[in-house]
């Protein structure tokens, strides 16, 4: 999976300086309270600013994430006890697979795929219903985190609203989607599904690195 590059400053903290990961840099403030950091797109950008005087920056909007450092702080981190699923289609309809990760380390969990004549949408309600049957059967309390909220929707009706036609060529697909909604309805889970912050994060870590 590619991801742009980031860079952090943090101004006030346990550990002032530039990091060039997410993990270092949440190292360097965590439990420090009144933190100063931000994130910037280059590292000229962030030594430039480190240089400077945060309030230079503060309620600016983040040049790697269109984020003020305010809301940045409001969303938080991602909750690392969980799984992140997410889906790709190679055109729409297209060829689609879905996959879901460990969100912390990317250890791939499971993958289904590809199918043919599949919708993105398809994919993302899949996932997350094969996450549900994962995370139950193994008595699991973490969380699923996707970047769908329409996919979340259809989760929470206990249905797959497509538009997309069945035809013979994605019979399978449908077989799966069928089955995923009878799981809906004769099971119960106490699992959250929550939305993943992409702005605030970057691409969910199971993303397909196709963009």
Request: glycine share 8%; hydrophobic share 30%.
């Amino acid at each position: 999976m590619s991801k742009k590059s980031k860079f952090y400053v943090v101004w006030k903290g346990k550990r002032p300086g530039v990091y060039t990961t997410w993990d270092d840099c949440k190292a360097a403030i965590t439990g420090y309270k009144g933190a100063q950091y931000k994130s910037f797109a280059t590292f000229d950008m962030a030594k430039k600013a480190y240089n400077s005087d945060y309030a230079s920056y503060k309620g600016k909007k983040s040049p790697s994430s269109g984020l003020t450092s305010e809301q940045l702080q409001k969303i938080g981190n991602p909750n690392y006890h969980s799984i992140a699923v997410d889906a790709a289609s190679s055109g729409n309809p297209g060829i689609m697979e879905y996959q879901g990760v460990d969100t912390k380390t990317g250890k791939k969990l499971f993958r289904q795929g590809p199918f043919q004549q599949g919708t993105n949408n398809i994919g993302e309600f899949l996932a997350i219903v094969h996450g549900l049957a994962f995370l139950k059967q193994r008595n699991s309390d973490r969380i699923i985190y996707t970047d769908s909220r329409t996919a979340m929707s259809w989760v929470r009706k206990k249905t797959c609203n497509t538009k997309l036609e069945e035809t013979p060529k994605n019979k399978e697909l449908f077989d799966l989607v069928r089955r995923a909604i009878d799981w809906l309805n004769k099971n119960t889970y106490t699992t959250k599904v929550v939305k993943w912050e992409t702005k605030a994060w970057g691409e969910i870590p199971a993303d397909f690195g196709r963009k």
